[in-house]
């Protein structure tokens, strides 16, 4: 058994020391998937703000077509108010002419708060695709950067990790399943403790746990944290 926590112990300090490695290499592909759901986002508003500009524009166009029929019908009223043999028609004739005048007066008005948002949303659609641009640069240049960096990262995982196949050969696959399993929310899982108290939680160990520890007959967690402990001198022989 003492081999076997020996092995053990060895197997955890490698993994430790290849630690900032891994969560650097679980951190790479969150920011990468960041700036691919930031680029997504501004292609979404995007595409939004250039329908909304499509719709104003078509609404610009049917405007400006209603005041152009408005035109007409100003000027043919106006011709029949030239043109009336009685009061009755040039007063019909002058009705008209002032019911196109209203209609041309609206018209003219709206156009302009078109042409207004056309102007507003024109500005910002600009704005807003200097931003995608931005945001898809900066997402290429992250994606070769981190090509790279995970290339450099597997490499000195491998350096770091050299000879550990070995070790986990010599440790019993119930007890490489609880250290994973500690592993998995504990910093340091196996710790070597050389006094009668835990190491990473500073808690005092029962005399007796101490004495088992020495002996190394059998693994052994902390009572109040669950690390696995191995005395010191289980190392040292
Ligand atoms: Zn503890």
Do not use: W
């Not at 704005?127 to 790279?148: C, I, M, Y």
């Not at 350096?159 to 399943?177: F, N, Q, W």
């Not at 050389?194 to 101490?210: E, K, V």
């Amino acid at each position: 058994m003492r081999e076997k926590l020996l092995a053990l112990a060895r197997l955890a300090e490698m993994d430790d020391s290849a630690r900032h490695i891994d969560a650097e290499l679980k951190e790479i592909p969150q920011r990468l998937e960041e700036l691919r759901n930031n680029v997504q986002t501004l292609e979404t508003m995007l595409a939004q703000e250039r329908q909304q500009l499509a719709e104003a524009e078509e609404l610009k166009a049917r405007q400006t077509g209603e005041l152009k029929d408005r035109n007409e019908g100003l000027q043919r009223a106006r011709k029949k108010a030239a043109q009336a043999s009685s009061i009755r028609e040039a007063d019909a004739a002058e009705r008209e002419v002032e019911a196109n005048r209203r209609g041309i007066k609206e018209r003219e008005e709206e156009l302009g708060r078109i042409g207004q948002a056309i102007d507003a949303k024109t500005a910002s659609l600009a704005e807003r695709e200097n931003d995608f641009e931005a945001a898809k640069g900066v997402l290429r240049s992250e994606e070769e950067s981190s090509t790279t960096r995970i290339v450099e990262l597997e490499e000195q995982r491998h350096v770091l990790l050299a000879g550990r196949d070995e070790l986990d050969a010599k440790v019993p696959s119930a007890i490489i399943k609880r250290y994973e399993r500690l592993k998995a929310g504990l910093t340091n899982a196996v710790i070597v403790i050389n006094d009668g108290s835990c190491t990473a939680c500073r808690m005092a160990l029962p005399p007796q746990l101490t004495i088992e520890l020495q002996r190394a007959n059998e693994l052994h967690q902390c009572p109040h944290c669950r690390r696995i402990i191995i005395h010191k001198s289980v190392i040292e022989d």
